[in-house]
């Protein structure tokens, strides 16, 4: 990719911070958490999350910390967080988060939360049975709080020892759980670029050698998998490193947790092509895929979701294609046949979108 078009797609996704900021409002419920998700054509917003809460409140405070106005007080997420963090729902993976918010907003609760997460780590299974995601937040969350006593450190010791010494297969990629079960060896998307950027921070904060040499092995084999149109495929064969099924594309891992993951390991490893490939999957937002769709009308209030196969047929090609990945030890990622567009939007990928890109989209 040339100088003059790594530049033209940055600049474009710089430019969705501004929008995505303003489309936020929208979601804000009246507990002072988000809601689930928003549909186009309808103007209530529907379900209430406390995970996509903290996503976007982490998204907030790096637009503050930039020096970008921003249109809610996370004070006011974080208030309406803490007070809902005892709700069944709440998982391991979402105190992590709470952690990962307490490193940008020291309100003195860090050894708390990290007694929470042990707590809860205790009632739900343990590390093993964690979804790659919550695994990689757990290790984002304890790494950026490691000064915060001996009890997070030697978490955080455990939690890297799960997600490097078990969870990372041969082919660079993470398995989906540590646990055995089926779907262990079958992770999207969410499960190898969180787990990436958890990996990256351990080696900018220096807390363990092995984090950045495990990130690049990860970042490697799924610059080696992006789709030729920028796309991030969602669904991999750990055993193999190959891609199982392509379909859903999301827009969040073109806009959002792709560069989250990739541009801290670009920044870290002081090695260009990560953040080269977080650049080239901007133009797939802008019509640039399958569907020559634009996937972030602003004008509308929100983005679109996704791009699927059509609906039953694509919980056919998953069943299918994982089946041939499992029981002939070859991937059948098909090619797109009868898509269309997922056109809701979770307001945590919009949360993402403005971690991703707000530092510079403020110096531009």
């Known amino acids: 990719m040339s100088d003059t078009t790594a530049g033209r797609t940055e600049t474009e996704a710089e430019r969705l911070v501004e929008p995505a900021l303003a489309a936020l409002p929208r979601m804000l419920l009246r507990s002072d958490l988000f809601c689930f998700e928003v549909v186009e054509g309808d103007p209530a917003p529907r379900g209430e999350s406390v995970r996509y809460t903290l996503m976007v409140l982490l998204g907030l405070l790096r637009a503050r910390q930039a ?17 809902a963090l005892g709700r069944p729902e709440v998982t391991p993976g979402d105190i992590a988060l709470r952690l990962w918010v307490e490193s940008r907003a020291d309100t003195g609760a860090a050894e708390r939360l ?100 495990a990130a690049r092995r990860a970042a490697d084999r799924l610059l080696e998998l992006q789709l030729p149109d920028g796309g991030w495929p969602w669904l991999f064969d750990s055993a193999r490193g190959e891609v199982v099924e392509r379909y859903e594309v999301y827009s969040v891992h073109q806009y959002g947790m792709a560069p989250m993951g990739l541009l801290e390991l670009s920044d870290v490893s002081g090695d260009g092509r990560y953040a080269a490939a977080a650049r080239r999957g901007v133009p797939w937002l802008f019509g640039a895929n399958e569907l020559c769709q ?38 059948g990622a098909g090619q797109g046949r009868m898509l269309e567009v997922n056109r809701t939007c979770r307001p945590y990928e919009l949360g993402w979108l403005i971690e991703a890109w707000a530092d510079s989209a403020a110096g531009s």
């Not at 080696?203 to 363990?208: H, Q």
Request: aromatic fraction near 8%; avoid cysteine.
């Open 67 to 83: 020096g970008l106005s921003v249109p809610i007080e996370p004070d006011r997420l974080r208030d309406a967080v803490d007070a």
């Open 294 to 331: 634009d996937m972030v009308p602003f004008d509308r209030g929100m983005t679109y979701r996704s791009i699927r196969r059509r609906r039953p047929l694509d919980r056919v090609w998953l069943y299918a294609n994982t089946a041939l990945a499992a029981r002939l030890g070859r991937p």
């Open 114 to 213: 990290i007694g929470s997460l042990d707590e809860s780590l205790r009632r739900n299974d343990g590390l093993p049975a964690r979804e790659g995601l919550e695994l990689a937040w757990i290790v984002t969350g304890l790494a950026l709080t490691a000064d915060a006593g001996e009890r997070g450190r030697a978490l955080l010791a455990q939690a890297l020892d799960q997600l490097l010494d078990v969870n990372q297969a041969r082919s660079g990629l993470f398995r989906h759980f540590g646990a055995p079960g089926f779907r262990r060896r079958f992770p999207n998307f969410a499960t190898e670029i969180y787990s990436v950027l958890a990996l990256a921070v351990v080696a900018r904060l220096g807390l363990d050698d092995r984090a950045l040499p």
